[in-house]
């Protein structure tokens, strides 16, 4: 017997209606993914400088946002000034990196053993460096463009730039893994760090290798700050923003860097895209704080200390 019309036309309507469902929940999904891997990216590129020099030195530096700015204003300056902006990234990253290695000669390297003096000194640094750039070079400072245009999956619009960032933040975790475990230099910094007068007896000069991880940290800063130059309003200020949930992830991984650096940040990405994409960004940031909070009191060592705590 033929199917009456009016049927017909009600199956059409639930088929396209489910399909116009299935494809809402799939943009949904991609949109959650995207945000997680966003949150991802931006807690492991802006917390790998202070992580080296806190994980490795023991060395609290206040003074790591302002790092990230310098890098992202030198980045600003020479992409405008017709260098391509991949270069700029890295100019940026070594003019960071050398301010870096010359403040351990002059600053940080007399307070090793002052842990409360080291804070006071990259505290005052950072609020001498906040303010010079106040004053040279104003309240804010013309950008640049994000790079690679957009796409479209769903009814949301996606930058690809960001996805290129959590390309650059696995790779990130990866090449610093494979520098201080597969190399000569991250074998005697490891060793200056966990006994710096045996290392000195056996020949390593140990002032030497404490600049050069410190300006490696200073240099990540900075690489941070070119890397979301584009993405951001320049203004002296901005290193604030990466500062708080920079410190967040390296508290939560503890000291261990690379065992403690993905999970945290894995972790912290979650909760705050879950929280951000529900609740909007405040909530987002509300939500880490208090991850933080109970990590501290569950985990003292942090993700990293649980981690080889049960392995023994």
């Known amino acids: 017997m033929p199917v009456p019309a009016a049927t017909r036309r009600r199956g059409h309507v639930t088929g396209r209606a489910s399909d116009e469902g299935k494809g809402q929940v799939v943009s949904m999904l991609f949109s959650f993914l995207y945000q997680c891997g966003d949150a991802f990216a931006f807690l492991v590129i802006a917390s790998m400088g202070l992580a080296v020099i806190f ?18 204003y030198v980045t600003v300056a020479l992409a405008r000034g017709g260098l391509p902006l991949p270069l700029a990234i890295l100019g940026g990253a070594l003019a960071a990196g050398l301010i870096g290695m010359v403040l351990e000669r002059l600053v940080i390297r007399r307070l090793y053993a002052r842990p409360l003096d080291s804070i006071v000194a990259t505290w005052g640094l950072s609020m001498i460096a906040t303010q010079g750039i106040l004053i040279v070079l104003g309240s804010t400072m013309p950008g640049v463009g994000t790079p690679m245009g957009s796409f479209v999956v769903g009814s949301f ?19 610093l893994y494979l520098l201080f475990y597969h190399t000569r230099f991250g074998v005697v910094s490891r060793a200056t760090i966990q006994n710096a007068r045996m290392a000195q007896a056996v020949g390593v000069d140990t002032g030497r290798i404490y600049t050069l991880t410190f300006g490696l940290g200073a240099a990540l800063a900075g690489l941070a700050g070119g890397l979301y130059a584009p993405t951001m309003t320049l203004v002296p200020t901005m290193g604030v923003t990466f ?25 912290l990405a979650v909760i705050r895209a879950t929280l951000t994409m529900w609740h909007g960004q405040l909530f987002g940031q509300i939500g880490l ?5 109970i990590v501290i009191r569950l985990l003292p060592g ?11």
Do not use: Q
């Open 55 to 72: 994980g490795m030195m023991g060395v609290i530096n206040l003074a790591h946002g302002e790092f990230i700015t310098c890098g992202a």
């Open 157 to 175: 619009s996606y930058s690809s730039y960001r996805l290129l960032l959590m390309a650059v933040a696995v790779g990130l975790l990866v090449g």
């Open 243 to 267: 500062m708080v949930e920079s410190f967040v992830t390296v508290v939560i991984g503890g000291g261990d860097i690379f065992l403690g650096a993905a999970p945290a940040a894995a972790i």
């Open 289 to 293: 704080l208090i991850t933080v909070i």
């Open 302 to 312: 942090g993700v990293s200390g649980w981690i080889l705590g049960s392995r023994r």
